[in-house]
């Protein structure tokens, strides 16, 4: 119930495409969801992030789609960029009092955008 | 510039020695966080504190052990009783009542 499942595992899209990375989890509890973008070797860095009491939130050309009902969130990146190619982490953290910050992150999406 | 720093960013180790990751943040926050990286994976939690002198197990603390005796400060041991030490380490850090987590930029360590 803790698990945040992530797909595809890899994708590889034309630039100016719109790569689609889903999520879905199942413990009701959670309340944050964010996105991370990590580039080989270097540490994941804070891309967007979304709380079910709005169904998307756009940051540039990055928008999440957020499916309360449906237990889904998914990143969506708009006009994508051959800079875009790295590994996109979805995650989600659990409310609570004893809240401790701890997210669950899904296994990751590999985008590779071709020039 | 304010941030998390880890070092080294390469460790190689023999079998069987124990090993200590840095992790400082001058970012003045109260949480800090380990996590192990394996490819084609998502990030597991070793190891979290929420304040000093305090810290809580994470999914997979077998094998390592921290400490948090500074707030800017949380070195991560590697011990010989982790079997699969080989994996890329990462450090982040939260301000408390906040939910953004701030990553390091990792410890690649191979142990041989």
């Known amino acids: 119930q803790q698990q945040v499942k992530q797909s595809p595992q890899s994708l590889i899209v034309q630039k100016g495409g719109i790569p689609i990375i889903n999520c879905a989890y199942e413990n009701t509890a959670f309340d944050y969801f964010p996105w991370y973008q990590q580039f080989p070797g270097k540490g994941p860095a804070l891309l967007i992030a979304i709380r079910p009491d709005v169904s998307e939130k756009k940051e540039g050309r990055f928008t999440i789609s957020f499916n309360k009902s449906a237990k889904q969130f998914s990143l969506h990146i708009m006009d994508s960029q051959p800079g875009d190619s790295a590994t996109y982490f979805c995650a989600a953290s659990p409310l609570g009092s004893g809240n401790t910050g701890k997210l669950i992150f899904g296994q990751g999406t590999t985008l590779q955008v071709k020039p | 510039d304010g941030g998390i720093t880890q070092s080294p960013k390469y460790l190689f180790r023999k079998e069987g020695q124990n090993v200590t990751l840095s992790c400082e943040q001058n970012l003045n926050h109260d949480a800090m966080y380990w996590y192990r990286q394996d490819p084609g994976q998502g990030l597991r939690l070793i190891y979290y504190s929420q304040i000093v002198n305090d810290f809580q197990k994470g999914d997979i603390a077998e094998g390592y052990s921290v400490s948090r005796e500074k707030k800017e400060s949380f070195p991560l041991t590697v011990t010989s009783a982790q079997k699969n030490p080989t994996a890329f380490y990462l450090c982040?850090?939260?301000?408390?009542?906040?939910?953004?987590?701030?990553f390091g930029p990792g410890t690649r360590l191979t142990v041989t």
């Open positions: 982040a850090s939260t301000r408390q009542g906040l939910d953004e987590q701030y």
